[in-house]
């Protein structure tokens, strides 16, 4: 992407939260019209099925039609394995390097770290995913808004803005009340500390009871709730209620076993994360948490990840969602995760895939809309250049992405920004 485009859509996020109130922003730019019709000879349904010798046919920013008539514009994808877009379940487009390489903090001028986060958000969906779930930062908000209401160009947004922590001795009122401010805020979902960071020791933080409220509240008013938790925090949080829960590392069979019973998602992370932070490490000594003891932890415990991964694919009946947690330095690499997945935990090339499409759909409410190729639903649509199936590798291949209807990648385009 050109750099004055850059420039032009950064401002566009800036302002997108200052407009007066008697100002009337400029909408974005529609979909276009269509018709428009991708030919595959081969597709993924985002379900676990294959289809063969499809016309996908698109208009308004969605499918119309798998079989549609040769009319109006044509893009020619025969050559590759058509999709819909991947949906990344948990990240933090925040997270980034600032100008000295080094993991940005607040100290950060404003418009560097607009640039930042614009520059997450478009490399993670240059590299096939148009639709994350970003829990962590009140700036993703902006850009939430922006890609959404106004023609930033990036993946379809959900934050939770800021996390909710607390201790034990957090009264339940404050737990209500700030689940409710963040309702308040413009929150799509409610993000719950039940445990310490794994670079700390991985330690409960909140009582099942309060998890319970917290869930409960969320609920109440209309939000998802997803939980950060290890060891038999991850049974707590699924008798309390709570609907996704991440990581789950150090968590036993059994633990595993009353999460999927509850009906709750379960997201742990093996190809990326923990990768990411050992190679950069440099970059985030320092800073918060991140210390030689606790990357040493991270290194050490890699092994713990691959088996809670292990035991979840493998329990009956879990449904284990797409999830990245990707960072400053991960972003756009998402799909390394698919590739961990197969070979950490034994989870099917197929059932990777579909996790982070019908499944991840589904779970962060949106499986009526996106996820799958299906007449009715959002064109959101990828391509990538190999057979996934055969060749897991061809997830670092996207060359096509189109979000609503528009295409943001092409197959022999130069990248941006």
């Given amino acids: 992407m050109p750099i004055h485009r850059l420039i032009g859509f950064v401002s566009t996020l800036v302002a997108a939260t200052t407009w007066a109130a008697d100002v009337q922003p400029v909408p974005p730019p529609p979909a276009p019209a269509g018709p428009v019709v991708i030919l595959a000879r081969h597709a993924l349904d985002g379900r676990g099925g294959e289809l063969r010798d499809l016309r996908l046919g698109i208009a308004g920013g969605r499918i119309t039609s798998l079989h549609a008539p040769t009319s109006g514009a044509v893009i020619d994808l025969r050559r590759y394995t058509v999709l819909p877009g991947w949906i990344d379940t948990h990240v933090h487009l925040a997270s980034h390097f600032d100008r000295t390489g080094r993991i940005a903090t607040e100290s950060e001028p404003a418009a560097e770290a607009a640039l930042g986060i614009a520059a997450a958000a ?41 996390w909710i922590e607390g201790t034990p001795a957090t009264s339940l009122e404050d737990l209500r009340a700030v689940v409710r401010a963040r309702k308040a805020e413009g929150a799509d979902l409610i993000k719950i500390f039940a445990s310490s960071s794994q670079r700390v020791g991985a330690l409960p933080t909140l009582t099942e009871a309060q998890l319970k409220v917290l869930c409960d509240e969320a609920a109440a008013v209309g939000l998802r709730s997803m939980v950060h938790a290890y060891r038999s925090q991850v049974s707590a949080a699924a008798r309390a209620g709570c609907r996704e829960i991440e990581h789950a590392t150090y968590a036993t069979p059994e633990d595993i076993a009353v999460a999927v019973a509850a009906g709750a998602y379960l997201s742990p992370q093996v190809g990326l994360v923990v990768q990411n932070y050992l190679a950069n490490k440099a970059r985030y000594l320092g800073v918060g948490n991140y210390t030689e003891e606790g990357m040493a932890t991270m290194a050490r415990d890699l092994s713990e990840d691959f088996a809670v991964c292990r035991i979840a694919v493998h329990t009956p009946g879990a449904k284990v969602v797409f ?16 590739i961990g997945r197969v070979e950490h935990c034994g989870q099917s090339p197929m059932a990777a895939l579909v996790s982070a499409n019908a499944l991840a759909a589904e779970a962060i409410g949106m499986g009526d809309r996106i996820g799958q190729l299906a007449p009715g639903f959002e064109a959101d649509v990828i391509a990538l250049d190999g057979n996934p199936l055969r060749d897991l590798t061809a997830v670092r291949r996207v060359v096509f992405v189109m979000r609503g209807g528009i295409v943001y990648k092409w197959p022999g385009a130069a990248p941006g920004p």
């Fill in 122 to 162: 478009w490399a993670t969906l240059q590299g096939g995913f148009t639709t994350v779930q970003s829990v962590g930062d009140p700036s993703e908000r902006p850009l939430r808004d922006a890609i959404r209401d106004h023609g930033f160009p990036g993946p379809r947004v959900l934050t939770s803005l800021a």
């Fill in 323 to 338: 999830s990245t947690d990707a960072t400053a330095g991960a972003h756009g690499r998402n799909a390394e995760e698919f």
